[in-house]
């Protein structure tokens, strides 16, 4: 999991210091709102086509850590 926690970046100067993917402006907020949706994975590539599959299970798994409360180390 730490892979792909690994893909989770965090910048005070992009989107407000919220979590984002790969220091691209494509926050997890973005992606985990589109998910809860119904939005199937692919939809998700296609409306983010920077994206990468890997990219929306590190999202579900970043959103995993903080609701079971553990430490995560972002880049």
């Known amino acids: 999991m730490d892979e792909l926690l ?3 970046t965090i910048e005070p100067d992009k989107n407000f ?3 984002s993917i790969r220091r691209m402006r494509i926050r997890v907020q973005d992606v985990l709102e589109m998910l809860a949706a119904g939005d199937p ?3 998700v590539l296609d409306a ?3 994206l990468e599959p890997d990219d ?3 999202c579900i798994a970043y959103a995993n850590a903080v609701i079971t ?3 995560i180390v972002v880049a």
Do not use: H, L, N, V
């Open 6 to 8: 690994s893909r989770i």
């Open 17 to 19: 210091g919220k979590p």
């Open 41 to 43: 994975p692919e939809e």
């Open 48 to 50: 983010y086509p920077d």
């Open 56 to 58: 929306i299970r590190a």
């Open 69 to 71: 409360g553990r430490d």
